[in-house]
Each structure stands twice: as C-alpha cells, then as structure tokens.
C-alpha cells in the first residue's frame, strides 16, 4: 500500500505479493492557492513522502503486441482508452512494516497474516517469512527490517491501513497514469522501455529472490517520483474488476473508477514483485479481496 492522498502498503499472497496502493484525492485549493501533500501516518517515521500529482490526460490500457521484458497484453489491457485524471496525492514509497505497525499498536489495523515470537512486543510479521531476507526472520524489532515492505494483507486491511493514514486507495486510473505520466506514447515500464536491470527494480530476473527495503530502486521511479511500481511487491487499488469502455482524446473518461461490490467482489492488483517478470505499466490483474495466496 501507499498512504497519502493515495496510499501505498505492501500485501502479500501465498504465491505472490500485493502491494496496498491509497490515493485520497487531493483537497481543493482555494484560490490562487497552490496544491499541498500531507505526510502519511506518523510523520516521525521515514518513508511517508506524499508527491504530488497534477493530473492529466493519458492513454490508459494497450493493445501491444508480446514484448521481450514485458508480460503480453492479455484482454484485461483493452481497448486503449483516452483517460483525463485530476489532482492527487500518493505515497513516493510501498508502506512498511514498521508503518503498519504503528496502526496495529493503535487498535486501528489487524495483524492477522502476520505471526510474530511474542504478542506482547508488538512485533509482526506477515504470514510467508521467506519473502524477506533470512536476517529479518523472527527479528521484526531489527532496526534493519522496519523499512521493508509490509504484506500479507488483504483489500479490507489495505483499505482500513489507508483511511487511518488519512488516505485512500488510489483509483486503477490514478495507479496507471502514476506509473506511465502524461503520455500516449508506448510506454511499458515506469522508467521507460529499457530492459529491466537490477538498478531499475527487483524481479526474478534481476533481484535477490526476495522483498527488499522501500527505498531500494531509484533508477526505476515513474515520470512522478514513485519508488517500486514495477517489482518488489504487488500494489491494491480501489476499483472493482469490468472490462475497459472505449473513449478518445476528444472525449475522455473523466476520473474513471469501478465501485466496488463487497465481500464477494473482485478487486485489481497492479504492478509485479519479486518473484515475477515485469507487467507492463497497463496489465490488470484480478483477485479475491479476502484472498492471501494470489498467484
């Protein structure tokens, strides 16, 4: 996921990991007045940057045929369609353990997916250890393991997770146009179309076999500044699961969004992890909301 005025908290599903993305619109500026962004959750945490995105018109989805580094365009992508999206604010990095923690010691968050050696330490840990490095095995109070991603969490704890940050899940369109910006260009990855490399992100490809620190992968931020977009963890957004409408630039879609249906709905995931080559910056995928082993 990523808190802010779009959150962003890291999930993890028995065969995969999702990543918790919030995006709470941004407030309307009075007058000559310029837009702000608000830390998230307790600002004497680190990791809880929120940047701001002035919004704008891009094209959403593809038609792409298979390219070498990325997944091939499966009918979730299509049709490409013209998307107009306004203001926002959301999370520069995956949220961390130590974050969600802090929500967990206030009553607010659930631990369940995370085990932990004793309650009564208020360490936690997510269900699948061996995502992280063995160092962070039954040492959830290591300094050195607080800025991992969090995970192991499902839509109803990434949505509870951001509105405490006072954010929200970011919208599909919101999460897509973060990682691609203001383009219609054919734009595969938040960092461009380059191959991937250990330096742009974590895949199986290029990374160690597990989750790594939320700050790793600079070279891989999207046109905004968005750490992890691609690899590391999958990321939650807030829409429920349809097929994509038509619409050009002439007449966009404004603010698209999916409501989504409850309990037995079917909720989007975004993005790739460590354990998955990298999806193109417009691949949809499909999950159960309660559901841990997505994969």
């Known amino acids: 996921m990523r808190p802010g005025h779009c959150t962003k908290l890291a999930l993890a599903s028995g065969a995969s990991i999702l990543l918790l993305v919030g995006c709470p619109q941004a407030p309307e500026p009075e007058p000559d007045l310029e837009w702000t962004c608000e830390e998230a959750g307790n600002a004497n945490r680190e990791f809880t940057e929120r940047v701001l995105i002035e919004g704008g018109l891009f094209e959403m989805g593809s038609d792409r045929e298979p390219h070498a580094t990325s997944s091939w365009p499966s009918g979730d992508e299509r049709p490409p369609h013209a998307v107009q999206v306004s203001p926002y604010c959301m999370n520069k990095y995956e949220t961390t353990v130590q974050q969600y923690e802090d929500c967990v010691r206030e009553d607010v968050c659930d631990p369940t997916g995370l085990n932990w050696d004793d309650p009564n330490d208020g360490s936690r840990y997510e269900t699948v250890i061996n995502h992280y490095p063995e160092e962070c095995w039954g040492n959830a109070n290591e300094a050195n393991c607080w800025d991992y991603p969090v995970n192991g969490k499902t839509y109803f704890q990434a949505t509870e997770f951001c509105e405490w940050t006072g954010g929200r899940l970011c919208t599909e369109a919101e999460w897509e146009f973060a990682a691609k910006g203001e383009t219609f ?111």
């Open 185 to 295: 260009a054919r734009w595969d990855h938040p960092w461009g179309n380059d191959d991937p490399t250990y330096e742009l992100t974590n895949i199986p490809s290029t990374g160690p076999g597990w989750v790594e620190p939320v700050s790793s992968h600079e070279a891989g931020d999207s046109p905004f500044g968005i750490r992890n977009m691609a690899g590391n963890v999958y990321e939650w957004v807030y829409d429920g699961y349809e097929m994509y409408p038509e619409a050009d630039e002439d007449n966009p879609l404004v603010d698209p969004v999916v409501e989504p249906t409850g309990v037995d709905g079917i909720y989007i995931g975004r993005g790739s992890c460590f354990f998955t080559e990298p999806l193109r910056t417009s691949t949809q995928r499909t999950i159960w909301p309660a559901q841990f082993d997505w994969g």
